[in-house]
């Protein structure tokens, strides 16, 4: 980047012209990757003359359409006038807020209109530490269960954990996936995110043989659609944002998936064609709304029986939704036209990734007053104790691959972060719960500051868990302000991890970028300074470990850390190989559909699942709380 000017106006709407690659070295960004970005933002840059114009547009802003501030952060001008509080009350501003304004969504009206104003907390409740379950609900089958794991099966896991003590249960997103077939595999690319799949709904009755060695699916959505019976009576929903949703369903069974590719009239919910197709459809949006009403019921049901848990209920919060589904076309006026979300170049892809999801525009989200965002924190909420927010550094900024350009080719675009933590914690403390950020990876510093700085949680993984030599690093230096786990969904399982299964199924898939001989004697030497750590931690005993020593040692190091949360994953608890999830294949691998092995009658009684109960049960969480000043 060498054109100061453009270096100014990219600057102005919060668009990299460099940023710090994987390797922290500064990495500039193409110009025409700038302009593109810019384009997007409905900036004209492509002329010198262009880029003056803008930024002097740019420098002569009016005052944002709406103020976030933080509670207790000092005096914020803005124009003299009368803030109507959320509650009803009116308070006089004279060219500042009131220092002493409550959190919530206010309104202040001023000669020149009215501007939203957002408090937001300083801090949440910090959660007391304690212990709990990842689950994958997909793989949790019982015998009741219609060939995957469903909101009955969670609802009797999460009795049992919190019969065995675990204070949370943290589940894959149940964002809902487009109707029709072939159904989604991956809880991570919904149609939208603020209502549920109802994949997971508990069906009554017998089950059919839907069971097999793989999730599959078509045959249990085939096989539930079938069998739903709602109601002769069933009316469209006067709830609008409940309607608007149902009839994207509907419409998306008559025109498929992609609104993009609708007839023209129909492709922005407002307009009249939707209205009469609304009342065209009417069985089909009624349908689709009976259904999320009855996922509601059965979650309702689920957090009942969390009811004696510290935290219950953890939800996950996805980082993007699929362009073409209900939240794309619900939402388009405050999206990003066009854009898909990822990563840049990395060593594990020295492409970039490209996860082909939709994302916020930054000023068109701020000037709807944060509302779509909000609504989605408050809808995830609603029947959890927690959210754990993916890529949460997304919260401060996303790579932006522009239309057309491959993941290399995109830039870093800003988001006020004030604004989208602030109301992250404003909604949790409504709503009294957890928050824990996926921080995982290389992060900026302002992430992993600005969580802790409100009590939200980061993540630790024990893969992970290294000083900069690479080096393992003992349970007692892991960080206090986290979740911590063994693994992840996307990452080996421990049984996987130690016997070397991520290098043969990488190998095998022609995943690795050097000789598998290579990969291999790297992962034999992990494993070689694990039994160390272990043996060191005084975790593991001497002689030659079994693979049941060596996981019940993983987890004995998982309970001697000082995080404040740590959870257990079944796959990791029963000695599963695979791993849930392998980033960059698709059907080559199994990816979010391999079932537990163990049906859920029997998984809290198996040997060595109640090892790690009892291990967790141990822990001594008292002297862990550190208070925070």
Not at 149 to 165: E, I, N
Not at 204 to 225: C, F, H, R
Not at 294 to 321: F, K, N, S, T, Y
Request: overall charge negative; glycine content about 8%; some cysteine.
């Amino acid at each position: 980047m060498t054109d100061p000017l453009l270096e100014r106006l990219a600057a102005a709407y919060g668009v990299a012209t460099e940023y710090e690659n994987w390797q922290r070295r500064p990495t500039a960004v193409a110009p025409e990757t700038v302009v593109e970005v810019l384009r997007l933002l409905d900036v004209d840059a492509s002329t010198p003359a262009a880029i003056r114009s803008a930024l002097a547009a740019a420098e002569s802003r009016a005052a944002p359409a709406t103020v976030v501030v933080t509670e207790g952060d000092g005096a914020h001008a803005v124009p003299s006038g009368v803030v109507l509080l959320e509650d009803g009350r009116e308070r006089p501003t004279d060219l500042t807020l009131p220092p002493d304004l409550p959190p919530g969504y206010h309104t202040l009206h001023h000669a020149g209109g009215q501007t939203a104003v957002i408090v937001t907390p300083a801090r949440t409740a910090r959660p007391a530490p304690t212990w709990g379950w990842m689950l994958q609900l997909y793989a949790l089958r019982s015998a009741r269960s219609w060939g995957m794991g469903d909101f009955g099966d969670l609802a009797a896991a999460t009795r049992r954990a919190a019969a065995d003590g675990a204070g949370f249960v943290l589940l894959n997103p149940l964002h809902a996936v487009a109707p029709g077939h072939p159904v989604p595999a991956s809880p991570y690319s919904p149609t939208s995110r603020r209502y549920i799949n109802p994949l997971y709904l508990r069906v009554d009755g017998t089950p059919p043989a839907v069971d097999g060695d793989l999730i599959d699916y078509d045959a249990v959505w085939a096989a539930k659609s079938a069998a739903l019976a709602p109601p002769a009576s069933l009316a469209v929903p006067d709830d609008p944002a409940l309607r608007d949703f149902a009839t994207y369903c509907a419409l998306s069974e008559v025109h498929g998936r992609n609104w993009k590719e609708w007839p023209a009239e129909l492709r922005h919910p407002s307009s009249p064609a939707v209205a009469s197709a609304r009342v065209a459809l009417a069985d089909r949006v009624a349908f689709h709304a009976w259904l999320q009403e009855r996922c509601d019921e059965q979650l309702a049901d689920v957090r009942a029986a969390a009811a004696g848990m510290p935290i219950g209920i953890v939800q996950d919060l996805a980082v993007g939704i699929d362009p073409g589904g209900a939240d794309g076309w619900l939402l388009q006026d405050v999206l990003a036209d066009g854009v898909r979300v990822g990563a840049p170049p990395d060593a594990f892809n020295q492409l970039g990734q490209d996860w082909g999801l939709a994302t916020w525009r930054p000023d068109r989200l701020a000037a709807a007053g944060y509302a779509p965002y909000r609504d989605l924190v408050r809808a995830m909420l609603r029947h959890a104790g927690g959210l754990r927010v993916d890529h949460v550094a997304g919260l401060w900024r996303l790579w932006w691959v522009p239309p057309g350009g491959t993941a290399a080719d995109g830039t870093y675009v800003r988001y006020d972060s004030t604004a989208m933590v602030g109301i992250l914690a404003l909604e949790a403390s409504r709503a009294g719960a957890v928050v824990v950020g996926e921080d995982l990876g290389t992060v900026l510093p302002e992430v992993t500051e600005g969580l802790a700085a409100r009590n939200m949680l980061g993540c630790e993984v024990l893969w992970f868990a290294r000083d900069h030599d690479g080096e393992f690093l003992p349970p007692a230096a892991w960080p206090v302000d986290a979740l911590a786990t063994v693994s992840t969904h996307d990452l080996p399982t421990a049984a996987g991890y130690l016997t070397g299964e991520h290098v043969r199924v990488r190998a095998r898939l022609g995943q690795l970028t050097r000789p598998e001989a290579e990969e291999r004697a790297d992962a034999d030497l992990d494993r070689a300074k694990l039994v160390a750590l272990m043996r060191a931690e005084g975790v593991l005993a001497d002689g030659e470990p079994t693979l049941d020593d060596l996981i019940l040692g993983l987890h004995r190091l998982l309970a001697a850390a000082p995080s404040t949360l740590v959870a257990v994953s079944p796959y990791d608890a029963i000695g599963e190989l695979r791993q849930p999830n392998l980033p960059g294949t698709t059907d080559e691998y199994p990816n979010w559909r391999i079932p537990l092995p163990v049906p859920l009658e029997d998984l809290f009684d198996h040997e060595r699942v109640r090892a790690i109960v009892d291990i967790l049960r141990s822990r001594p969480a008292a002297s862990l709380h550190r208070d925070k000043t």
